[in-house]
């Protein structure tokens, strides 16, 4: 059975960075037991944010109360990143950037089949190299190096294309109930949130191809869960 799994995710958003790398851990070990397709859609963590992007000094610390509380939650992070191959670069992270268009090649990518390699390119560029997002010509040449068209990609930029299609994705998470990212859908039916180790990905590929047996002990008999909070709706 092929499974679909849609992914809801932004590319500022460090734990969908992490949920990536456990997520490609579960599919290694799926092989030969499941087939997963899988699609990245938008989720703006920061719909209202500038166009430009704003310093992320002044943003973190208006989020969080202090700079210093930032600095501990990404102390966190770094150390979950490291664990599954991450250097997170907070130290070169300097503006906290506006991610719609960076939204807009992804919907590109997946017209190439080149969804996962676009969203790394991305997730790295940010996280690890602290390339400002908000300035076309750093996603341009980011997702060209990641295999997208050039002439496809500046067209892009240059216009509103696929700025309809994100809009209706967004839209179509807030319908579904995304309230925050990694937010992983399976088969139209099946969900978790988070970025979830990999052997709790693997009892959700179970549950969605109708294999309840093999996650009994994990979440025991659902029809519809949300394994991150464990409720159930049959």
């Not at 969908?16 to 851990?25: D, F, P, V």
């Not at 799926?30 to 997963?36: D, N, P, R, Y």
């Not at 676009?118 to 190299?129: D, I, P, S, T």
Request: with cysteine.
């Amino acid at each position: 059975m092929v499974i679909q799994l849609e992914i809801y995710s932004d590319v500022i958003c460090p734990w969908c960075y992490i949920g990536k790398r456990r997520l490609e851990a579960a599919l290694k070990l799926a092989e030969g037991q499941h087939t997963v397709r899988v699609t990245w859609h938008p989720f703006q963590l920061n719909p209202d944010m500038p166009g430009a992007g704003m310093d992320r000094r002044t943003y973190r610390s208006a989020k969080f109360g202090s700079w210093e509380r930032s600095q501990e939650l990404d102390a966190g992070v770094a150390k979950a990143g490291a664990e599954v191959g991450i250097s997170f670069n907070y130290a070169a992270v300097l503006r906290t950037p506006n991610t719609f268009d960076s939204h807009r090649l992804v919907w590109l990518a997946d017209q190439y089949e080149m969804q996962d390699q676009v969203v790394e390119f991305l997730f790295a560029a940010y996280f690890v190299q602290g390339f400002d997002l908000s300035q076309q010509s750093v996603l341009a040449e980011t997702v060209i190096r990641a295999g997208l068209p050039r002439t496809e990609v500046e067209e892009l930029l240059a216009g509103d294309r696929g700025a309809a299609e994100v809009r209706q994705l967004e839209q179509t998470a807030r319908e579904t109930g995304v309230l925050s990212v990694p937010f992983y859908l399976l088969n139209r039916r099946y969900h978790f949130s988070g970025a979830q180790p990999p052997k709790v990905m693997l009892a959700a590929f179970a549950e969605a191809a109708n294999e309840t047996p093999q996650i009994t002990d994990l979440i025991g008999e659902a029809c519809d869960i949300d394994l991150a909070t464990g409720k159930r709706s049959c």
